[in-house]
T-cell receptor
Framework: AQKITQTQPGMFVQEKEAVTLDCTYD???????LFWYKQPSSGEMIFLIY????DQQNATEGRYSLNFQKARKSANLVISASQLGDSAMYFC?????????????WGAGTKLIIKP | KAGVTQTPRYLIKTRGQQVTLSCSPI?????VSWYQQTPGQGLQFLFE???????NKGNFPGRFSGRQFSNSRSEMNVSTLELGDSALYLC????????????FGPGTRLTVL
């Protein structure tokens, strides 16, 4: 079974609009971490935001926020006031604490295109 | 603080050759991981090195190997290249704690002809 599911292969969004990128995960480990990365066409994977399973509040980093719904096992990324430079692939990833080795499990990604 | 650097950025090789990719982590980071990214398979974990020891290995054939030096710099080697090895190879570093975040380099794009 897929451990990380990103159901939106691609999205078009008008500049300055907010956008939500979906991510659902599957784990039986009570302790885990969720990450979002951005990959522009240049290839570099850029860390955006992190949410720990025991964090009481949703993570925020500038224009990025994570809508963490633990019971639904979802960790959607919200980008406010989108910009042309936000056009990129976005990946959701998870690390399970039961895994003594540090290994991220990745979703397939969502290609976001911001329209001017 | 300088980010993760990878060299070379682009590489073209032919089948049967071998290749060595290099990664310099962020200063103070002791862990280096390698990933292969292809359109068909997505991101796949290759291995992680911590303090010169391989801690974890993904499901790749023995043609893929790596090492880490005392300054935390890491190299990845692929021998007897196959067409299917064409990919973006990403290196990531982290400090080494349990709740670390990995920071990635720009990647090396390998094309095997």
């Amino acid at each position: 079974a897929q451990k990380i599911t990103q159901t939106q292969p691609g999205m078009f969004v008008q500049e300055k609009e907010a956008v939500t990128l979906d991510c659902t995960y599957d784990t039986s480990d009570p302790s885990y971490g969720l990450f979002w990365y951005k990959q522009p066409s240049s290839g570099e994977m850029i860390f955006l935001i992190y949410q720990g399973s025991y964090d009481q509040q949703n993570a925020t980093e500038g224009r990025y926020s994570l809508n963490f719904q633990k019971a639904r096992k979802s960790a959607n990324l919200v980008i406010s006031a989108s910009q042309l430079g936000d056009s990129a692939m976005y990946f959701c990833a998870m690390r399970e604490a039961m895994d003594s080795n540090y290994q991220l499990i990745w979703g397939a990604g969502t290609k976001l295109i911001i329209k001017p | 603080k300088a980010g993760v650097t990878q060299t070379p950025r682009y590489l073209i090789k032919t089948r049967g050759q071998q290749v060595t990719l290099s990664c310099s982590p962020i200063s103070g980071h002791r862990s280096v991981s390698w990933y292969q990214q292809t359109p068909g398979q997505g991101l796949q974990f290759l291995f992680e090195y911590f303090s010169e020891t391989q801690r974890n290995k993904g499901n790749f054939p023995g043609r893929f190997s790596g090492r880490q030096f005392s300054n935390s710099r890491s190299e990845m080697n692929v021998s007897t290249l196959e067409l299917g090895d064409s990919a973006l190879y990403l290196c990531a570093s982290r400090k080494g704690g349990g709740t670390d975040t990995q920071y990635f380099g720009p990647g090396t794009r390998l094309t095997v002809l």
